[in-house]
């Protein structure tokens, strides 16, 4: 806890959003909350202070770069009814797509689903960040298979710890 994710987050959002051309880079957390307060508050700080102007237009969870170039915060609302099930993440194409989930484990099971189709073509890469606070669910499951790359970041790498 307090290592570092979610600043790890936010530069991977600026990172890709600017490198990668075109790009769309849809970001969620288990609170509407979590997503503005933490994670977009992060990615704005990070723009905001580049060493080099980043561009675009940043307002509170949307950083719009072009018409077919912006990352986004989306809302975590699933209804448990068949009408949603997670449709706010479907839908986005593009040749560079990065779905970042912000403290995944927490992370409703359908949006899990739902990114599935989002990273099943072109340029599209997935990163999810979190603690391992359970030994079950979707971000247990991505940890444990085989063709995820994983990063640990323990207690003592952190400059938090005293």
Do not use: Y
Not at 133 to 153: C, D, E, R, T, Y
């Amino acid at each position: 806890h307090g290592v570092g994710k979610t600043h790890v987050a936010a530069k991977a959002v600026l990172w890709f959003t600017t490198c990668m051309r075109p790009a769309k880079v849809p970001t969620t957390a288990p609170t509407w909350g979590l997503v503005e307060k933490n994670l977009w508050s992060e990615i704005r700080a990070a723009h905001s202070k580049a060493r080099v102007w980043l561009g675009g237009d940043m307002i509170l969870t949307q950083w719009t770069l072009g018409e077919d170039h912006f990352a986004f915060g989306t809302s975590p609302k699933v209804e448990l009814g068949e009408g949603d099930k997670g449709v706010r993440m479907q839908g986005i194409h593009a040749t560079n797509v990065l779905v970042v989930f912000d403290e995944a484990p927490g992370v409703h099971p359908a949006l899990w689903e739902a990114k599935e189709g989002i990273v099943s073509s072109g340029h599209a890469r997935f990163l999810a960040i979190g603690n391992q606070v359970s030994a079950s669910g979707p971000f247990w499951k991505a940890w444990n298979s085989a063709g995820a790359h994983k990063i640990s970041m323990g207690i003592f790498d952190s400059p938090n710890f005293k």
